[in-house]
């Protein structure tokens, strides 16, 4: 069964630091590219980071960028978001998500919540 | 970047009526936009990729249409499962790839 699970969110303080993980299982993971899609208490959804099959691409919405990092180890089928500075507003549940054919995300996980509070 | 400008916000609907959203992007984005169904503390699942193909396992009452800049869910036949938030998503170029701000559909 293809599956994707987060872990490793929390509560911290302003200008903390979380490291997720997003364990999958199911598909040839070193082909896919991966993303981090993230959506605030009672808001939409809005795109984080992608990194692709081979780690030669990755990117990153302006909002995190210098603070988030995205990475993955391939032959444990992981993928991580280092997460630095946090801001209240980085406050969120955070869902990893393949991109499948087509360019779709097809697929996600079920989320870890992220609370950033003093 | 591309915007999406998904609309409504929210309607309110009936079981076995007809619902249309729709989603226009900033910028041409051939037919890279997905439609996505989220229930409250679940996580969002695919409906349609590239604008109009069903997903395997998305039940038929769903369809989409559009290319460019513009674009349409429409629901047929409303469930009572089908009370839920959609939301527009393209994937064109290089990231960033934008949602739309969702689309809430109430009884």
């Known amino acids: 069964e293809v599956e994707l699970v987060e872990s490793g969110g929390g509560l911290v303080k302003p200008g903390g630091s979380l490291r997720l993980s997003c364990e999958v299982s199911?598909?040839?993971?070193?082909?896919?590219?991966l993303n981090w899609v993230r959506q605030a208490p009672g808001k939409g959804l809005e795109w984080v980071s992608s990194i692709s099959g081979g780690n030669t691409y990755i990117y990153y919405v302006d909002s995190v960028k210098g603070r988030f990092t995205i990475s993955r180890d391939n032959p444990k089928n992981l993928m991580f978001l280092q997460m630095n500075s946090l801001r209240s507003e980085d406050t969120a549940i955070y869902y990893c998500?393949?991109?499948?054919?087509?360019?779709?995300?097809?697929?996600w996980g079920q989320g870890t919540k992220v609370t950033v509070s003093s | 970047d591309t915007q999406m400008t998904q609309s409504p916000s929210s309607l309110s609907a009936s079981v076995g009526d007809r619902v249309t959203i729709t989603c226009r992007a900033s910028q041409n984005i051939r037919t890279y936009l997905s439609w996505f169904q989220q229930k409250p503390g679940k996580a969002p699942k695919l409906l349609i990729h590239t604008a109009s193909t069903l997903q395997k396992g998305a039940p038929s009452r769903f369809s989409g249409s559009g290319s460019g800049t513009d674009f349409t869910l429409t629901i047929n036949s409303l469930q009572p499962e089908d009370f839920a938030t959609y939301y527009c998503h393209e994937t064109h170029g290089t990231p960033p790839y934008t949602f739309g701000q969702g689309t809430k559909v109430e009884i």
């Open positions: 199911g598909f040839n993971f070193n082909t896919y590219t």
């Open positions: 998500a393949r991109t499948g054919g087509f360019r779709a995300f097809d697929i």
